[in-house]
C-alpha cells in the first residue's frame, strides 16, 4: 500500500503529532507499505529527504498569519497533484490542516479538536491571545476537513464525542488510540544508584493547556515534605519564560529543572525508566504519547481527569486521576504515591500492561491497516 501523510508539525518531529505521524510511518514501512510525508518547509524553499526509508516532502511555508495555511495548502496541492499517481490514498492530520484537491480516497486522524483545545485556553499572555484570535480561521479549516474527507478517525472516546459539536455523528467516527514502541520504552533493566536524587518528571511542549503551572506549584507544597525530591520538566515552547519566571518567584530554582528538548531518543527512555512517578497534568488532550511512553517503562503515572487521560487511566488500578487547574490536589496525589511504594510500584506494572495489551504501534497500526483497507474498498464501489 502507498500512502501519502500529511500534517503541519516541524519534522524532524518535536511533539506529540509529529511523533505520532513519524512512529506510524515507521511501522508501516515496517509492514512493507511506502510512506510520503508531506509537512512544512523553509521560507521561499521546497526540501526532500528520505529518512529510514520513507519519502519527506517539505513544500514552501510562508507565515503569513492568520491566513498561512491557506497560502501553505497551495503549495501542497501542487505536490499532491505530482504524487497522485505514486499514491492509493492520502491520510491527513488535524490540527491546520486544509483538504488537498485530490481525486484519491482521504482518510483524516483528529488528534485535538479546535474547540475543545480553544476552550482549554486560558488568555494569560500573548501567545494565549493570538491563539484565540486565531482560533475562527483555525475552525473553518477543521470544519471543512471534517466534513469532506472521506473517513475520519480520532485518537480517544473523549474527542471523538466532541464531534457532535461540527454536527457529525460521533458514530461514524472511529477510535483508534496511539502508540508506543514497547520494545524501546520498557522498564529499565538497570536501577539508578541509591545517591542519585529522585525525581517526578513531566515531558510535553512548554505550551497553554499544557497545566504546567499547576505543576510547579504543586512541586512547592511537595517540597515542603520531601526537600530533596527534584522536578523535571522536558521540552520546549512559547511559555518557557513565564515558567522559568514562575520557577523564580517560588524560589524553587534548585529544585524545579526545565530542561528542554532532549534529542536523543535513548536519553529520553533513561529519563522515563528512572523517575520516581510521571506526572501530565495537562487541562486538555487528545491522547497523550508522553503519557503512555511513561506507562510503557513501568511507570506510575498521576494525570489530570481530562479528555484522553480518561481513556488510559483506570484510577487507582494503573495510576492516578487528579482533578486538572488543582495544584494541592496534585500535591495530594505524589505525596500519596511517594508513601505508598508498593502501591506506585504496582501501578507501574499495570501501566505497562496496559500499554502493551492496548497501545502499542503493532496493535494500533493493524487498526489503521483495516481503516486503509475498508477506504480503498468504498471507493472502488
Known amino acids: 500500500m502507498r500512502i501519502g501523510m500529511i500534517f503541519s508539525t516541524p519534522f524532524p518531529p518535536q511533539e506529540g503529532i509529529g511523533f505520532y505521524v513519524w512512529n506510524l510511518s515507521r511501522w508501516l514501512v515496517s509492514q512493507g507499505h511506502e510512506v510520503h510525508l508531506i509537512t512544512r518547509g523553509g521560507l521561499f524553499s521546497d526540501q526532500y529527504i528520505t529518512p529510514e526509508g520513507i519519502f519527506v516532502w517539505k513544500p514552501c511555508f510562508l507565515p503569513l498569519y492568520p491566513f498561512h495555511v491557506q497560502?501553505?495548502?497551495?503549495?501542497?496541492?501542487r505536490l499532491t497533484h505530482q504524487l497522485e499517481n505514486k499514491l492509493d490514498l492520502f491520510h491527513l492530520h488535524s490540527p491546520l490542516v486544509k483538504m488537498p484537491q485530490t481525486g484519491l480516497p482521504t482518510i483524516a486522524t483528529i488528534h485535538t479538536p479546535i474547540k475543545g483545545y480553544s476552550r482549554a485556553v486560558k488568555v494569560s499572555d500573548i501567545y494565549s491571545l493570538l491563539i484565540k484570535l486565531q482560533t475562527p480561521f483555525s475552525l473553518r479549516v477543521e470544519t471543512e476537513l471534517m466534513h469532506r474527507v472521506h473517513r475520519l478517525t480520532?485518537?480517544?472516546?473523549?474527542?471523538?464525542?466532541?464531534f457532535t459539536e461540527y454536527g457529525i455523528n460521533p458514530q461514524r467516527?472511529?477510535?483508534?488510540?496511539?502508540?508506543?514502541?514497547?520494545?524501546?520504552?520498557?522498564?529499565?533493566?538497570?536501577?539508578?544508584?541509591?545517591?542519585?536524587?529522585?525525581?517526578?518528571?513531566?515531558v510535553g511542549r512548554l505550551a497553554p493547556r499544557k497545566g504546567l503551572e499547576d505543576l510547579i506549584q504543586s512541586a512547592k507544597i511537595v517540597l515542603k515534605y520531601h526537600p530533596n525530591l527534584r522536578f523535571i520538566v522536558l521540552g520546549e515552547g512559547p511559555l518557557r519564560p513565564n515558567l522559568q519566571r514562575l520557577v523564580t518567584q517560588l524560589n524553587l530554582k534548585d529544585s524545579v529543572f526545565l530542561l528542554g528538548h532532549v534529542h536523543q531518543r535513548?536519553?529520553?527512555?533513561?529519563?522515563?525508566?528512572?523517575?520516581?512517578?510521571?506526572v501530565h497534568p495537562s487541562h486538555y488532550?487528545?491522547?497523550?504519547?508522553?503519557?503512555?511512553?511513561?506507562?510503557?517503562?513501568?511507570?506510575?503515572?498521576?494525570?489530570?481527569?481530562?479528555?484522553?487521560?480518561?481513556?488510559?487511566?483506570?484510577?487507582q488500578k494503573n495510576g492516578l486521576l487528579v482533578p486538572p487547574h488543582q495544584p494541592e490536589q496534585l500535591a495530594d496525589a505524589i505525596l500519596n504515591l511517594i508513601a505508598k511504594p508498593t502501591l506506585a510500584q504496582q501501578m507501574g506494572i499495570e501501566a505497562r500492561a496496559t500499554v502493551c495489551n492496548h497501545y502499542s504501534w503493532d496493535v494500533v497500526g493493524k487498526r489503521y491497516l483495516q481503516e486503509y483497507q475498508v477506504l480503498l474498498g468504498e471507493s472502488k464501489k
Do not use: W
Open 71 to 77: 497560502f501553505h495548502n497551495l503549495f501542497v496541492n
Open 154 to 162: 480520532t485518537v480517544a472516546n473523549t474527542v471523538r464525542r466532541e
Open 285 to 315: 488532550e487528545g491522547l497523550p504519547t508522553s503519557l503512555l511512553e511513561a506507562m510503557a517503562c513501568g511507570r506510575p503515572v498521576i494525570a489530570a481527569a481530562v479528555s484522553g487521560n480518561l481513556d488510559i487511566i483506570e484510577n
Open 266 to 278: 535513548t536519553r529520553l527512555i533513561s529519563y522515563y525508566q528512572h523517575c520516581m512517578m510521571y
Open 173 to 202: 467516527v472511529a477510535v483508534l488510540g496511539n502508540g508506543v514502541d514497547i520494545d524501546l520504552f520498557k522498564p529499565a533493566q538497570i536501577l539508578m544508584p541509591n545517591d542519585q536524587p529522585m525525581y517526578v518528571l513531566t
